[in-house]
């Protein structure tokens, strides 16, 4: 469904690192130095397509295409990972992670070749995976705190011009009664 092989998740030191994309979020803050104010969230990818067509290609990424990957690959893994040297999995001292059909390679030092290796639950394979029945991970529109929704129509009313204040206005309120039932229940 996906076509990944591999997936490598870093985590840049503050000060020290250098990623690719730094140069490309350069250029795209350096247009929007450009541009007086923006409003709705397709000004900002109408932008970024400006800044350079040929290298951005920009994903109008809705609810319907993020997934609950967290539940369903969860009988993959065990509960605590114990590296092939008998290391425990704390992901705070990793510098980068590769994911992949071999298991999760986890690195201390971002360039390093030293890795620990990390493997899934033997008893379940990874190539026995079906992303066919993968859940989205929101079943409904995002709502928004009552206090954060407040704030937002009130700074919206404020510096929006009302051209574009649909927008804000069509934003919805999370029920509090039923996150409440929820925390509640989340407690016991």
Do not use: W
């Amino acid at each position: 469904m996906f076509g990944l092989e591999t997936v490598v998740q870093r985590f840049p030191e503050p000060g020290h690192s250098f990623l690719p994309c730094d140069r490309c979020f350069g250029q795209i803050e350096h247009r929007r130095r450009k541009i007086e104010k923006v409003f709705l969230p397709n000004q900002y990818q109408e932008m970024v397509k400006q800044v350079c067509p040929s290298k951005f290609n920009v994903i109008n990424v809705t609810q319907n295409i993020i997934y609950n990957f967290s539940e369903y690959l969860k009988p993959f893994f065990k509960k605590y990972l114990i590296s092939t040297n008998k290391q425990k999995f704390t992901i705070m001292a990793y510098r980068t992670l590769k994911y992949s059909k071999e298991g999760l390679f986890c690195k201390v030092i971002a360039n390093s070749n030293g890795k620990e290796h990390f493997v899934m639950d033997e008893n379940k394979m990874i190539g026995t995976l079906s992303f066919e029945n993968l859940q989205q991970l929101h079943h409904s529109k995002i709502k928004i705190k009552p206090a954060k929704l407040i704030d937002v129509h009130s700074l919206a009313a404020k510096y929006v011009p009302q051209e574009y204040l649909y927008f804000y206005q069509g934003l919805e309120e999370v029920d509090t009664t039923v996150e409440d039932r929820l925390t509640s229940d989340d407690e016991l």
